[in-house]
């Protein structure tokens, strides 16, 4: 939808420090089992026709996207984040198309080498 005086834009529904536990990693220790994962997703769509109904069939459900980002953590291993991200969004935009673009922040903490560094993130945004 394109913006117009009553609607500026698309909004945003975001799901914060979600968390998930993938097989993900390169070394061996890491593909021994699952990681510790957190991630922010933001999906940008619009939510005036929900807002105004005041009805969840007229809204993306988060649970329902919760349940998408866990499913894609446990389908397959991944070696990495990258890759971990990509799947993410593009399970989102497969699974609700009313959502125009989706931004996943995705934080590594458990790293596979020594360093004084409290994570890595990655930041990926996908649009249709």
């Not at 998930?20 to 619009?46: A, H, M």
């Not at 673009?101 to 409290?118: E, G, M």
Request: glycine share 4%; with cysteine.
């Amino acid at each position: 939808m394109s913006p117009t005086a009553d609607n500026p834009g698309p909004d945003i529904i975001r799901l914060k420090d979600l968390i998930i536990f993938p097989r993900l990693g390169v070394t061996e220790w890491e593909k021994e089992g699952v990681q510790k994962v957190s991630l922010d997703l933001e999906l940008f769509l619009d939510v005036e026709q929900a807002a105004r109904e005041d009805r969840i069939g007229a809204a993306v459900d988060y649970s329902e996207v919760y349940d998408a980002v866990q499913e894609v953590a446990k389908v397959r291993k991944y070696h990495l984040i990258e890759s971990l991200a990509r799947s993410v969004v593009s399970a989102v935009l497969a699974r609700f198309a009313s959502v125009e673009r989706a931004r996943v922040r995705l934080r590594k903490r458990n790293l596979p080498f020594d360093a004084h560094l409290d994570c890595v993130e990655i930041e990926l945004e996908r649009g249709r």
